[in-house]
């Protein structure tokens, strides 16, 4: 099943991670960004919108508590990034039943999640749960 345009909470299939929320303070600097964790909160706190960059089998991930954040590649991990034109452009790839990596497609890797206290990054694909993702779709476009 391919992922439409909409609105969407993340939920890692990684054990005791739960779902992906934007960490609430930024890491200091200009412009700011901040980490992506897991949560085992039941709220509806952090929604994604995820929207197909036209043209392409790409696809952008935007922060909606932070309306101006985008999902971006700094270093190895995966944050969420408020600097104009940062968005990076990753593939959601189906991965199994209702299940989808997130593929970085300059680096031939993947979002990863360890645990609990871990934050997102790049890893080589080693099909745990842990590089396993359910995008929950809440709203289309």
Do not use: C, W
Not at 8 to 30: D, E, M, N
Not at 82 to 99: K, N, R, Y
């Amino acid at each position: 099943m391919s992922i439409e345009n909409g609105f969407y909470l993340i939920f890692s299939s990684g054990p005791g991670v739960g779902k992906l929320v934007i960490s609430p303070t930024a890491h200091p600097t200009l412009p700011p960004y901040h980490f992506i964790r897991g949560s085992l909160t039941k709220d509806q706190r952090e929604i994604f919108k995820v929207t197909q960059v036209e043209g392409s089998y790409l696809y952008t991930i935007h922060s909606t508590t932070r309306p101006n954040a985008a999902l971006h590649i700094q270093g190895e991990l995966i944050v969420a990034s408020e600097a104009l034109g940062s968005a990076t452009s990753f593939s959601i790839e189906p991965a199994g039943e209702g299940v989808h990596r997130i593929h970085v497609p300059a680096q031939d890797s993947v979002a990863t999640i360890l645990s609990l206290k871990d934050k997102l990054h790049v890893a080589s694909a080693d099909g745990t749960p842990s590089q396993l993702f359910t995008f929950q779709r809440l709203l289309s476009e």
